[in-house]
């Protein structure tokens, strides 16, 4: 081998090894030694918004579907066969009270009258002749007795009470005759629109058949659900029927032809039960003279499904806080004087899709933390995103 390459591997890994035991020995005698600090801490960025003491009305939404205040079922009362129809009995028309609407052929009821005409005749043709016979009866009785009573049958009371009364059954059977042929004419009870009708020229009815089916136009009604927390906030007749006029009102609303158009009425009663179902407060709302159509809305039609905001009762000296305020717990973060946080536990009133109504648990001009933590601790250091701004602000318009 080389000679020179043998002392070069030689002297090499030596060379390596005072190197590195120099510089060992130069850091660790080193005169400064390196400095560790911790990096500042930054308090979180938080939005908040000023807690407003006001006085609220706390309506109560929901939604249904119109149904017709009163159905009329329109019937038959006598059989016989049917000669005319009114032309607006076809399903969506409109008749007014009063208005025949079917006429049933007349005739039968005609002979039937001068019948009983003839039987009131014959009865009361039979009482004079009962009278008479009495008359001469009781004069031979007291040629034959004298002042001796007679007796019932000598004055025939038995027979003129008999012939009385067929004189009057034949007169009410004469005034049946005559209902009987006025009932020929089927009228309506009271203006409706025709939901239904099944009768036509031609056809023979019943008593009791079904010829038309009729829904009352002097109001419409809205069976509207609301919870049953929901009750404390709207004046209701939970023990029966509201005076009239005198129930909360109620704004509907609906789209019909493009356009959102609303109606007013006003609650005239609950349904005595719970919905089994859903476990809801059924209240009954009432739109009187519905089918009125004026140049900027149209008729509230049966089975028009709508929004409906029922007035609820007003709240004073309340605190509103924006919705993202309130934490899980009805807890709410407020931010002191110091700029720390702070847990409050509040008494919320109800709470709602952008704001919070409380009745206790903070004051007016509390500045509440309206951002989402992550992580908070009670005293925690914050910093402001802006200025405080009230809470009407923060949330937007009231609704």
């Known amino acids: 081998m080389n000679p020179f390459r043998r002392t070069l591997q030689v002297l090499l890994p030596l060379i390596v090894l005072g190197g590195g035991a120099f510089l060992a020995w130069r850091i660790g005698n080193s005169p400064k030694q390196p400095t560790v600090t911790d990096p500042p801490a930054v308090a979180p960025l938080v939005r908040t918004a000023l807690a407003e003491r006001t006085e609220v009305q706390l309506d109560v939404e ?217 476990r809801q407060l059924t209240v009954v709302a009432r739109v009187d003279d519905p089918f009125t159509a004026t140049a900027t809305r149209p008729p509230l039609l049966v089975g028009t499904f709508v929004e409906a905001r029922i007035a609820g009762r007003t709240f004073a000296d309340v605190v509103v806080v924006p919705r993202a305020a309130l934490r899980a717990g009805d807890e709410v973060w407020v931010v002191d004087a110091e700029q720390r946080l702070r847990r409050r536990a509040v008494t919320v009133l109800r709470t709602e899709r952008d704001r919070v109504v409380l009745q206790d648990g903070i004051e007016a001009g509390t500045r509440v933390c309206t951002s989402a933590l992550e992580t908070a601790t009670d005293g925690m250091a914050v910093r402001l995103v802006d200025a405080t701004e009230p809470a009407s602000r923060a949330m937007g318009a009231p609704k």
Do not use: C, N
């Not at 027979?159 to 049946?176: F, G, H, V």
């Open 62 to 278: 929901t939604s249904g579907t119109v149904e017709p205040y009163r159905t009329i079922v329109v019937g038959a009362e006598v059989a016989a066969r049917v000669v005319a129809t009114h032309p607006q009995l076809r399903a969506g028309g409109q008749v007014a009270a009063g208005d025949v609407l079917v006429e049933l052929d007349p005739r039968d009821f005609d002979v039937a009258i001068v019948q009983q005409e003839a039987a009131v005749a014959r009865a009361e043709l039979r009482l004079l002749q009962e009278r008479a016979e009495a008359e001469a009866a009781v004069r031979a009785w007291r040629e034959l007795e004298g002042e001796r009573p007679a007796d019932a049958l000598v004055t025939r009371a038995p027979q003129i009470a008999d012939a009385d009364k067929a004189l009057a059954a034949a007169r009410a059977a004469l005034e049946q005759a005559r209902l009987d042929r006025a009932r020929t004419h089927v009228t309506a009870p009271v203006a409706g629109r025709v939901q239904s009708a099944a009768v036509e020229v031609g056809q023979f009815v019943q008593p009791g058949q079904q010829l038309a089916l009729l829904f009352d136009l002097a109001a419409v009604e809205v069976r509207l659900p609301i919870p049953t927390r929901s009750a404390a906030f709207v004046d209701l007749p939970l023990a029966g029927t509201a005076a009239t006029g005198a129930g909360a009102a109620v704004t509907l609303r609906a789209d019909f032809a493009g356009a959102r158009h609303e109606w007013t009425g006003h609650v005239v009663r609950t349904e005595g039960e719970l919905d089994r179902r859903t």
